[in-house]
């Protein structure tokens, strides 16, 4: 593993996607180490849930490439992506409403120990004791070990924000891709969260798009500025706060966020 | 939810219940249905004909699929079983030949049609079934020479089932015995005890099917199916697979039907077939095992007996139809044994806020506790 630690885990080539004429994504060299915490960030209409969306299959890319683990995953569809050990959690809690919380951490865990299909008619997955341990270890990540029974759609906005965190960590993932995960959070649970993504990157590689700057700033290795689409900056976040070209592009017309 | 062993043994007794109560219900069914009007001929077909229903209640029911062209399946089951006996095997016809080509046939047509059809939602699939079944309605139509169009197969008498140690006539009646208000046990014919076991098998069938890893994951993907494909599962092969054993299932109805009857005609592939495995189901009870069953015999039995009496049974059904998705939303059914776990669900584990947070069922969560 130490002789690959430097080696890119995802990478993408001349990454593009457009919507008729209008490229959301064009030209994009990204690439990420196995285990490093990096931000993707940029002004509203910058392409990063666009970027997302084509990391995690959600949509294909138009042009260019992308590899995982140094094979190209360009063409291969959402499910299997998620085997590969791509996974994804969603700006809006994505979740199983009327299921139980656990009962949602044990489907994602069990569609990774069964893959994509599975014409499993006769027999219950209850026999499957990994996939209640995997949902198990999920909760316990997230801290809503506590609420495993409750109904998942009875939850206060953070809990169902870090229960579809859980669903994507239950897949057992080598990188998680974390839409917005503090979006709409109260401060005591913004820390909450803090921590928790923290405690992911001591055990994975992690990816977050996310406009709370005092976050992003303490917890990434190194940060992508997106802009119109287009890779603007990479750097530490110190290098990305004293770049004039990023404060150019939040300040000039786009004053969404700041740095 | 964690299951623990008690949860087990509750769940085995509540099989245990279900199955003996099926069986009850299924040998007092020929004769119950006399005092009303009814006879066990009626009986026999409602089951054959509610295998169809049971199995569309699978993709209705459990996946979330309207299809408006079972009959296709129906349809094409009982001319490949019936062309089985009277013209592929003229020499040596076997009923069990007639009905598993009938099925196999039948699986192949679901899968190559599904293939194409799964993909797409709501109501463009809906239409896109409706047109296939359009499609084999006009092929059974005017394929005469094979089909005979217009009058379909006519007196095809099924041949007996072998059963290796012995060979039973179907449409042999049980001994005379007077059972008063109940008609006559010779009333009965053999092939009602036959479609009987057929039904309990498919009911058996059905049940396993649903509480299965694979009847999960269908849930699941009908809850939210983007959710499901973002955790790795491939909605649309589930989906498929729920279609084809949908379609086999209806395979499998109509060539027994069409063995029964001893005939078969283009009506059994028409739009107002596929219709009535809608009304059947829903009028019984989506989601629920015995529903679409008993949807299936409480429309047939209208159908015979209302119709029987007066000319404007139609109107009396739509009116029935109207009543019951109004009123009883989840079906015969449905609607009286909803309420029991909802309300479980409701109030048994919904959680309080812990104080000082704001509400646990924020907007977010309101769409989602709709009825569905």
């Known amino acids: 593993m130490s002789s690959l630690a430097s080696a890119p885990l995802l990478e993408t080539k001349g990454l593009g996607k457009r919507f008729g004429n209008f490229a959301a994504n064009s030209g994009i060299d990204f690439s990420v180490r196995d285990g490093e915490l990096r931000a993707v960030i940029g002004p509203n209409g910058a392409g990063k849930t666009t970027f997302f969306n084509i990391l995690s299959g959600v949509a294909l890319a138009s042009e260019g490439d992308i590899f995982f683990q140094g094979s190209r995953i360009t063409q291969v569809a959402g499910p299997r992506r998620v085997a590969l050990g791509i996974a994804k959690a969603f700006q809006t809690a994505n979740i199983y409403p009327d299921e139980s919380v656990f009962q949602n951490c044990r489907l994602a865990a069990l569609a990774r120990s069964q893959g994509s299909f599975a014409l499993e008619i006769f027999r219950g997955s209850q026999r499957l004791a990994e996939v209640d341990a995997a949902a198990e270890d999920a909760l316990e990540l997230v801290d809503l070990a506590s609420l495993a029974d409750a109904r998942a759609g009875d939850l206060s906005h953070g809990d169902k924000k870090r229960l579809d965190i859980a669903l994507a960590l239950a897949t057992k993932p080598r990188i998680v891709l974390l839409d917005e995960p503090v979006a709409g959070m109260a401060i005591e649970e913004v820390r909450k969260t803090d921590r928790l993504i923290r405690g992911l990157a001591k055990r994975m590689t992690v990816l977050i798009i996310e406009h709370d700057m005092d976050l992003v700033m303490g917890i990434s290795d190194s940060i992508t500025v997106l802009h119109q689409g287009k890779i603007l900056a990479e750097g530490t976040p110190a290098e990305i706060r004293a770049n004039a070209r990023v404060q150019e592009a939040y300040l000039g017309g786009h004053a969404e966020g700041h740095v | 939810m964690r299951r623990g062993p008690a949860a087990a043994r509750a769940q085995r007794n ?5 199955y003996a109560l099926t069986l009850l219900g299924l040998v007092l069914f020929p004769i119950a249905i ?9 009986a026999t077909q409602i089951l054959l004909v509610g295998i169809a229903s049971i199995g569309f209640n699978i993709l209705l029911g459990y996946a979330g699929l309207l299809s408006y062209g079972q009959a296709m399946f129906y349809g094409v089951g009982s001319y490949v079983a019936l062309l089985c006996v009277s013209r592929f095997f003229p020499q040596h016809p076997n009923f069990w ?9 039948v699986t192949v ?3 190559l049609i599904g293939m194409l059809v799964v993909r797409l939602y709501g109501i463009y699939f809906a239409l896109l079934t409706l047109a296939f079944a359009q499609m084999f309605f006009f092929i059974v139509f005017k394929w005469r020479d094979m089909t ?6 006519q007196g095809i008498t099924a041949p007996p089932l072998a059963l290796g140690f012995a060979t039973i006539d179907l449409t042999q009646a049980f001994p005379a015995v007077n059972l008063g208000p109940f008609g006559d046990l010779s009333d009965v014919h053999y092939w009602y005890v036959f479609a009987a076991l057929v039904t309990f098998a498919v009911l058996v069938f059905t049940r396993i099917l649903v509480r299965s890893q694979f009847g999960e994951v269908l849930a699941a993907i009908r809850e939210n199916e983007e959710r499901s494909t973002f955790v790795g599962f491939d909605p649309m092969r589930y989906k498929l697979a729920a279609f084809v054993i949908a379609g086999a299932l ?4 109509g060539a027994l039907r069409g063995l029964y009857e001893t005939s078969t005609a283009p009506d059994a592939l028409t739009v107002e077939t596929s219709g009535n495995f809608v009304i059947f189901t829903i009028v019984g009870g989506v989601k629920t095992l015995l529903g679409p069953l008993i949807g299936t015999g409480f429309i047939m039995y209208l159908q015979n007996v209302i119709s029987a009496k007066t000319d404007a049974w139609r109107l009396i059904e739509g009116v029935l139809f109207v009543a019951i998705v109004v009123f009883l939303p989840g079906g015969i059914l449905g609607s009286f044994r909803r309420k029991a776990p909802r309300a479980l669900l409701a109030n048994a584990v919904r959680v309080t806020p812990p104080p000082g947070e704001p509400s646990a069922s924020d907007a977010q969560s309101a769409p989602h506790e709709l009825p569905r």
Request: aromatic share 8%; with cysteine; net charge negative.
């Open chain 2, 97 to 105: 030949v007639a009905v598993v080509l009938a099925v196999a046939f």
């Open chain 2, 250 to 253: 209806c395979g499998l109805s």
């Open chain 2, 109 to 111: 047509m679901a899968l």
């Open chain 2, 34 to 42: 006399h005092p009303i009007g009814g006879y066990p001929g009626l």
């Open chain 2, 148 to 153: 005979q169009g217009d009058d379909g197969l």
């Open chain 2, 14 to 18: 509540a099989d245990l219940r279900f």
